[in-house]
């Protein structure tokens, strides 16, 4: 008896001994369903969970600094194990460590941690309008009696805002 795994088109099949028998495997499922599906089901929460993990090496202590209760913490280390097709952590007696895997999707994780941070702060920041260019249409009275203290004003509360002035 020998088993093999086909694609036929979006279906997949198992041929066992010369029968052919249809398998429903979802296409966002783990690493075998292609190179945008592992993507698709990861989540942000779940590899800032990763990474608590990786720096406490405790199950406890982790989920205590994510606000977190053990089970919710256990649950989702189990789905990214899920995700990945393969154990991310060791469980040992004093707590977890990753495995090479483990380590590899830490490393990933850290970029990927900051990259969204430094996205979702920048995007505060423009909407707290600290951020942008500010353009402004003025007489060329005002710029040296009025207009010069009003800017400083402006940019000691908003540094990373620049201005284009049009005098005119």
Known sequence: MYFVLQSLGRQRAVRVS???????????YGPASGPC???????????R???ALGKTGNLHRAAETLGLTPSALSKALARMED????????????????????????????????SV???????????LARVGTIRLGVVPNLIPSFLSSVLARFLAS???ATFSIDVG
Not at 87 to 96: D, H, K, N
């Open 37 to 47: 599906g592992l993507f698709s089901t990861m989540r942000i929460d779940d590899l």
């Open 117 to 127: 941070d430094d996205l979702q702060n920048e995007f505060q920041d423009r909407r």
């Open 49 to 51: 969970i990763c990474l």
């Open 18 to 28: 010369g029968g052919v028998y249809p398998v429903s495997i979802p296409e966002t």
């Open 83 to 114: 995700i990945t097709g393969m154990p991310l952590f060791e469980r040992t007696p004093r707590g977890v460590a990753p495995t090479n895997e483990g380590n590899a999707l830490l490393e990933h994780a850290k970029r990927i941690v900051r």
């Open 158 to 160: 908003r540094p990373m």
